[in-house]
């Protein structure tokens, strides 16, 4: 054995490691589709809010009750316990895989020091959701009070104070949740601090709703009357987010199951007319046509390894980020949305930077290389492809991740930039948010998976085994266990419509469209904070 395939081989262990390492830590964190959830959720409370006025056209009623349905009230409550139940089954087992690591004499082994890392791993998890907890309860509450539920709703808050000797003093929740005990009991009781608490702690459909209870009863009619304005106009722009959040995904994925059919249909009806010059059914394009590779697998397992695990995983996040961020005096955690948005944007092209080097130097000895590699044509048909394949991905992708939900319960991780995305307001962040998903990661992930990768394995596969084996490399890579199987079909998908038209810039344009549906949905769906 080469010297070479030694230290390729300590890098492959350190990387499968550290990649065992991240999917494992994923386990246990919530996905954020559950807050996607209830942010859809609270928008629907504030488009439920809406009045139009008498001028306007009673089609705009009718349209605002087809969008936030009957009763979006009891929907809404649905949702919150829902999301409260999930918190709490997730709390307890977070406690008890706690108390059976503590339990546990850690000595001064590596084992021990891993369960020392878990146990702190475990113990921010519990912290977090105990916010979380306390945060629902206080919007359960409201939910419960609106819905003439007004002894379940003080049970409710006089529960979370009930938590604060075993668990928070310090979350803001616990005295929000003593203002609105005191504005909704009979007698009231209004504490000095009730309205600061309440825009401390509430945000949205609830603040208004609990503002609204606190002038009502403070008897501050001016005040009652400019919030009334004000939810008006904000539920107005709720229905209209609505309308692009429902109806845009509700036409593509009509149009995406119509189109997969009809593809499904000619490949029926023509499948005996298969051709590797390109006649026949669409799906059977180039089915069996591979590449000519002129390397061994020895040049596809360095530059994995190296390229996109070693260098993106290791050399990058823990030694030239933390020594540069050392000799500049700067701590990433006190950064603001815009700079966090600029730090994870410079990250991602140090990343595409470093891992497009090491494949170059790597495939550099082959050039020029055999016709077909890297082929990016701007003429041709590629951007049909790409649109085509978006629309045929999304009801392939959410019916998987119907079925995903239902393994993962809400668990499982997600991809740490979009949270970040859905609370930010600021839109010179966005717009660098944009950058990085839409544009940086299509161009970079799919010159290695789909230029690269897939091709290169194309040697030892067939086309559909390189297609399903780059797939699952490509969801794996973005280290959320429950997002493998859903990321595993899109990127079957990108692979399918690589191998069909032979140009990265079909795959790309794909691969920038779902990630940019995604930052659009974020965005309006972080609106119905404010």
Same mark, same amino acid.
């Given at each position: 054995?080469?010297?070479?395939?030694?230290?390729?081989?300590?890098?492959?262990?350190?990387?499968?490691?550290?990649?065992?390492?991240?999917?494992?830590?994923?386990?246990?964190?919530? $996905?954020?589709?559950?807050?996607?959830?209830? !942010?859809?959720?609270?928008?629907?409370?504030?488009?439920?809010?809406?009045?139009?006025?008498?001028?306007?056209?009673?089609?705009?009623?009718?349209?605002?009750?087809?969008?936030?349905?009957?009763?979006?009230?009891?929907?809404?409550?649905?949702? !919150?316990?829902?999301?409260?139940?999930?918190?709490?089954?997730?709390?307890?087992?977070?406690? =008890?895989?706690?108390?059976?690591?503590?339990?546990?004499?850690?000595?001064?082994?590596?084992?021990?020091?891993?369960?020392?890392?878990?146990?702190?791993?475990?113990?921010?998890?519990?912290?977090?959701?105990?916010?979380?907890?306390?945060?629902?309860?206080?919007?359960?509450?409201?939910?419960?009070?609106?819905?003439?539920?007004?002894?379940?709703?003080? $049970?409710?808050?006089?529960?979370?104070?009930?938590?604060?000797?075993? $668990?928070?003093?310090?979350?803001?929740?616990? *005295?929000?949740?003593?203002?609105?005990?005191?504005?909704?009991?009979?007698?009231?009781?209004?504490?000095?601090? *009730?309205?600061?608490?309440?825009?401390?702690?509430?945000?949205?459909?609830?603040?208004?709703?609990?503002?609204? %209870?606190?002038?009502?009863?403070?008897?501050?009619?001016?005040?009652?009357?400019?919030?009334?304005?004000?939810?008006?106009?904000?539920?107005? %722009?709720?229905?209209?987010?609505?309308?692009?959040?429902?109806?845009?995904? *509700?036409?593509?994925?009509?149009?995406?199951?119509?189109?997969?059919?009809?593809?499904?249909?000619?490949?029926?009806?023509?499948?005996?007319?298969?051709?590797?010059?390109?006649?026949?059914?669409?799906?059977?394009?180039?089915?069996?046509?591979?590449?000519?590779?002129?390397?061994?697998?020895?040049?596809?397992? $360095?530059?994995?390894?190296?390229?996109?695990?070693?260098?993106?995983?290791?050399?990058?996040?823990?030694?030239?980020?933390?020594?540069?961020?050392?000799?500049?005096?700067?701590?990433?955690?006190?950064?603001?949305?815009?700079?966090?948005?600029? !730090?994870?944007?410079?990250?991602?092209?140090? =990343?595409?930077?470093?891992?497009?080097?090491?494949?170059?130097?790597?495939?550099?000895?082959?050039?020029?290389?055999?016709?077909?590699?890297?082929?990016?044509?701007?003429?041709?048909?590629?951007?049909?492809?790409?649109?085509?394949?978006?629309?045929?991905?999304?009801?392939?992708?959410?019916?998987?991740?119907?079925?995903?939900?239902?393994?993962? %319960?809400?668990?499982?991780?997600?991809?740490?930039?979009?949270?970040?995305?859905?609370?930010?307001?600021?839109?010179? *962040?966005?717009?660098?948010?944009?950058?990085?998903?839409?544009?940086?990661?299509?161009?970079?992930?799919?010159?290695?998976?789909?230029?690269?990768?897939?091709?290169?394995?194309?040697?030892?596969?067939?086309?559909?085994?390189?297609?399903?084996?780059?797939?699952?490399?490509?969801?794996?890579?973005?280290?959320?266990?429950?997002?493998? =199987?859903?990321?595993?079909?899109?990127?079957?998908?990108?692979?399918?419509?690589?191998?069909?038209?032979?140009?990265?810039?079909?795959?790309?344009?794909?691969?920038?469209?779902?990630?940019?549906?995604?930052?659009?949905?974020?965005?309006?769906?972080?609106?119905?904070?404010?």
């Amino acid at each position: 054995m080469t010297l070479k395939r030694i230290i390729l081989g300590i890098l492959t262990a350190i990387a499968i490691a550290l990649v065992g390492l991240s999917l494992l830590a994923s386990w246990n964190q919530p $996905q954020i589709q559950s807050r996607l959830e209830l !942010y859809q959720t609270n928008l629907l409370l504030h488009a439920s809010e809406w009045q139009p006025e008498s001028n306007q056209s009673a089609n705009l009623s009718s349209a605002r009750n087809n969008i936030v349905g009957t009763d979006p009230l009891n929907t809404a409550l649905t949702q !919150y316990q829902e999301a409260r139940d999930s918190t709490q089954k997730t709390l307890k087992t977070t406690q =008890l895989e706690f108390k059976q690591i503590q339990s546990t004499t850690a000595s001064k082994s590596e084992d021990g020091n891993l369960k020392i890392a878990q146990k702190k791993a475990l113990s921010e998890s519990i912290k977090q959701q105990l916010l979380l907890q306390n945060e629902l309860d206080l919007r359960l509450g409201i939910l419960q009070v609106s819905s003439d539920k007004t002894d379940a709703a003080l $049970q409710t808050w006089n529960n979370l104070v009930a938590r604060q000797k075993t $668990q928070i003093d310090s979350d803001p929740s616990v *005295a929000s949740a003593q203002v609105l005990t005191g504005i909704w009991s009979n007698p009231a009781q209004l504490l000095p601090d *009730a309205e600061p608490r309440i825009q401390k702690s509430l945000d949205g459909w609830f603040r208004y709703r609990a503002l609204a %209870q606190l002038y009502k009863l403070q008897e501050r009619s001016k005040e009652l009357v400019a919030l009334q304005a004000t939810e008006q106009a904000t539920a107005e %722009q709720a229905v209209e987010k609505l309308a692009i959040i429902v109806g845009i995904p *509700a036409i593509s994925l009509c149009l995406g199951t119509v189109l997969l059919v009809g593809l499904s249909v000619q490949w029926l009806l023509q499948r005996k007319q298969l051709d590797k010059a390109g006649s026949g059914p669409l799906l059977a394009r180039n089915a069996s046509l591979t590449w000519d590779v002129p390397w061994d697998g020895e040049i596809v397992w $360095q530059v994995l390894v190296v390229g996109f695990f070693f260098v993106g995983q290791i050399l990058i996040p823990y030694l030239l980020l933390p020594v540069s961020l050392a000799v500049l005096k700067l701590n990433p955690a006190s950064f603001d949305p815009r700079e966090k948005a600029f !730090y994870i944007f410079a990250t991602y092209l140090l =990343l595409s930077a470093g891992g497009l080097s090491v494949l170059y130097f790597s495939v550099k000895s082959f050039f020029p290389l055999p016709d077909g590699w890297f082929r990016i044509d701007w003429r041709g048909n590629w951007f049909l492809w790409g649109f085509g394949g978006y629309f045929v991905a999304l009801p392939l992708v959410v019916v998987v991740s119907l079925i995903n939900q239902q393994f993962w %319960q809400g668990q499982g991780g997600s991809n740490p930039i979009l949270p970040i995305v859905l609370e930010g307001r600021d839109n010179v *962040a966005l717009a660098v948010f944009f950058g990085t998903a839409a544009i940086a990661a299509p161009v970079f992930e799919e010159i290695v998976f789909r230029g690269f990768l897939l091709p290169s394995l194309t040697r030892y596969l067939p086309v559909s085994g390189a297609i399903a084996a780059s797939a699952f490399l490509f969801a794996v890579a973005h280290l959320s266990v429950s997002e493998i =199987l859903p990321l595993a079909t899109l990127g079957a998908v990108l692979g399918f419509v690589y191998t069909r038209s032979r140009n990265l810039l079909a795959p790309m344009l794909l691969h920038s469209l779902w990630n940019s549906g995604t930052l659009l949905s974020l965005f309006l769906l972080g609106g119905s904070a404010s």
